[in-house]
């Protein structure tokens, strides 16, 4: 995910409870589906999902189920 340079280190902590998620905030997911990701997160809390956005404008948004989420 552009704009980091290949060979960064990203810096993270353990996310206890998805109501701890910021929209607008960077986060590294480990999904069922998609595997490690690191994508910006905007929170759909009534819908019980989020929406993964990558700084990349070649990639689109997409979205997550909580479901889905092994660790944030």
Do not use: W
């Amino acid at each position: 995910m552009l704009p980091l340079e290949s060979g960064s280190i990203v810096i993270c902590k353990y996310v206890e409870k998805l109501t701890e998620i910021k929209s607008g905030k960077t986060y590294i997911v480990i999904t069922h589906k998609d595997g490690v990701v690191y994508k910006r997160l905007q929170t759909l809390k009534d819908e019980a999902r989020i929406i993964a956005i990558s700084d990349n404008e070649l990639f689109t948004p997409y979205s997550i189920e909580y479901a889905d989420i092994q660790e944030l």
